[in-house]
């Protein structure tokens, strides 16, 4: 036995119908398609979620929630990645070109995970509590703008 002499079992390939090519065919005229009707039609396919001309499932069931519009997501920064930069003065700026935030106009919270080990001044849009303690424990400040 080798790949040359594999073939496809008896039965299981079968020739497509040809329709369209004349009434000598068998299947030709209406091509198998039937006289009028919504199927004989060229474009007779549905959209997936057509439900036959019942309601519809997606405004049958009730809408929930609520997206509030004006919701601002902070970007996340922790103390222990500021650990790296040289600068003593951090802000959005500098964040931004040290890849540790992706926009510099949108808010920046500073967390707490991680250590700090030198004095650090640095300018965010909120804090939380254990940030700012590691932070003032090494001798630096947070400015909240």
Do not use: W
């Not at 004095?119 to 700012?132: D, E």
């Amino acid at each position: 036995m080798n790949l040359s002499e594999l073939r496809f079992a008896a039965g299981s390939k079968k020739r497509p119908k040809r329709v369209g090519r004349g009434t000598g065919s068998g299947h030709g005229g209406t091509s198998c398609r039937g006289h009028k009707g919504q199927h004989s039609r060229s474009g007779s396919g549905r959209a997936a979620y057509f439900e036959g001309g019942q309601m519809p499932i997606h405004r049958r069931l009730p809408k929930r929630g609520f997206t509030n519009i004006f919701r601002e997501v902070n970007q996340i920064v922790n103390v222990g990645q500021l650990q790296n930069c040289e600068e003593s003065e951090i802000d959005a700026m500098v964040m931004k070109s040290k890849g540790l935030i992706d926009k510099s106009d949108k808010p920046v919270k500073l967390l707490g995970e991680g250590e700090i080990d030198r004095p650090l001044k640095i300018t965010v849009n909120a804090v939380s509590a254990a940030a700012r303690s590691k932070v003032e424990a090494a001798g630096g400040e947070v400015i909240i703008i």
